[in-house]
């Protein structure tokens, strides 16, 4: 994989943001968007190689659209308050998918690549959803802030870090 683009990690901010507001939420949609993505990177690994570029777009677009729709019935069905609290969000895992497709994140030998990115969008998920639960902070701005207090504390960790 290529070092992750902008759009590979601006469109990850969205739900960082929007869904964090409890750790439940954080926790459902990280569970659901790891869920997608794993079953997306198998089927697109079967059709793959079979496709030219141009068709292998709309096979993209159209898979990822399907998870995430049956993702999006079955909580319907059986978890709708969940369904609506996570709203317009489970829309953005599919835009995530065919992104990481096309970002190079699903070819061969990237695996140290994709753990990293997944684990840290993780790990953000969780300590955000944590956080912000605790404080009682539901606001997106305050989530902002939050979330900018955090890169900042891991930036002077680094920081200290490397000059002892």
């Given at each position: 994989m290529r070092k992750p683009s902008g759009l590979v990690?601006?469109?990850?901010?969205?739900?960082?943001?929007?869904?964090?507001?409890?750790?439940?939420?954080?926790?459902s949609f990280l569970?659901?968007?790891?869920?997608?993505?794993?079953?997306?990177?198998?089927?697109?690994h079967v059709v793959r190689a079979r496709l030219s570029p141009p068709?292998?777009?709309?096979?993209?677009?159209?898979?990822?659209?399907?998870l995430v729709a049956s993702a999006q019935v079955?909580?319907?069905?059986?978890?709708?308050s969940l369904c609506l609290q996570l709203g317009g969000?489970?829309?953005?895992?599919?835009?995530q998918c065919v992104v990481l497709e096309?970002?190079?994140?699903?070819?061969a030998g990237q695996?140290?690549?994709?753990?990293?990115?997944?684990?840290?969008?993780?790990?953000?998920?969780?300590?955000?959803?944590?956080?912000?639960?605790?404080?009682?902070i539901t606001l997106v701005p305050a989530g902002f802030i939050l979330l900018g207090l955090l890169l900042a504390g891991c930036q002077a960790w680094t920081q200290y870090l490397k000059s002892r």
């Open positions: 990690t601006s469109l990850m901010l969205a739900p960082l943001l929007g869904v964090t507001d409890t750790l439940p939420k954080a926790l569970g659901l968007s790891t869920l997608i993505v794993a079953l997306y990177a198998g089927a697109m068709m292998r777009l709309i096979a993209s677009l159209m898979l990822a659209a399907t079955l909580l319907t069905a059986f978890a709708l969000y489970l829309a953005l895992i599919s835009v096309y970002s190079g994140f699903f070819d695996h140290q690549g994709r753990l990293q990115l997944f684990g840290l969008f993780g790990a953000s998920m969780l300590i955000l959803g944590l956080l912000r639960d605790v404080t009682d």
